[in-house]
T-cell receptor, first 111, second 114 residues
Framework: KNQVEQSPQSLIILEGKNCTLQ??????????LRWYKQDTGRGPVSLTI?????NTKSNGRYTATLDADTKQSSLHITASQLSDSASYIC??????????FGTGTRLKVLA | EAQVTQNPRYLITVTGKKLTVTCSQN?????MSWYRQDPGLGLRQIYY???????DKGDVPEGYKVSRKEKRNFPLILESPSPNQTSLYFC?????????????FGPGTRLTVT
């Protein structure tokens, strides 16, 4: 069964600290892996898109890694800000049109 | 402004009363998709459309219908809503299918079926 598992489920950190979110997947076929940020009550917004040949991709303070052999990805957030408080969702594109979502990690950044 | 719009944003209805949630994009995107988001389950794909008049089922299509008569619109139809369809619904679009294109999501429609 195609699955995308994320950990931790929730995380609380202090402003300015770094954190790393994890994503493990068992999806076939695999086309690419995406990380989204979702603010409460709003639609997800894309942070990064990675194909199986890419190991690392950055978007400002967000850096995603992908190990296609172990089917693991991580999202590292550097120097967190209050505005980083949101859910972060790992998504696999399977084939051309089907998206499989993880349940997300809820991050809260405290002042 | 490039965007995906959904209407209504909030809807409370009763079991069995047919309803339609509209989705429209102004980016000339070929690919459009509907998702539902439930606590603890994440987003799940309901239906998607690769282009006008071409649609296919996602993971949870039961109880839903879609149509794609125009490129910009992709309505979601609930012929006979039931309480288990209470959820937060998102429409999304991208230029095309495939690994290169970003998906852009609408603001969501919160549906309650009593």
């Amino acid at each position: 069964k195609n699955q995308v598992e994320q950990s931790p489920q929730s995380l609380i950190i202090l402003e300015g600290k770094n954190c790393t979110l994890q994503c493990n997947y068992t999806v076939s076929p695999f086309s690419n892996l995406r990380w989204y940020k979702q603010d409460t009550g709003r639609g997800p917004v894309s942070l990064t898109i990675m194909t199986f040949s890419e190991n690392t991709k950055s978007n400002g303070r967000y850096t995603a890694t992908l190990d296609a052999d172990t089917k693991q990805s991580s999202l590292h957030i550097t120097a967190s800000q209050l505005s980083d408080s949101a859910s972060y969702i790992c998504v696999i594109l399977s084939g051309t049109y089907k998206y499989i979502f993880g349940t997300g990690t809820r991050l809260k950044v405290l002042a | 402004e490039a965007q995906v719009t959904q209407n209504p944003r909030y809807l409370i209805t009763v079991t069995g009363k047919k309803l339609t949630v509209t989705c429209s994009q102004n980016m000339n995107h070929e690919y459009m998709s509907w998702y539902r988001q439930d606590p603890g389950l994440g987003l799940r794909q309901i239906y998607y459309s690769m282009n006008v008049e071409v649609t296919d089922k996602g993971d949870v299509p039961e109880g839903y219908k879609v149509s794609r008569k125009e490129k910009r619109n992709f309505p979601l139809i609930l012929e006979s809503p039931s309480p288990n369809q209470t959820s937060l619904y998102f429409c999304a679009s991208s230029f095309s299918g495939g690994p290169l294109y970003e998906q852009y999501f609408g603001p969501g429609t919160r549906l309650t079926v009593t």
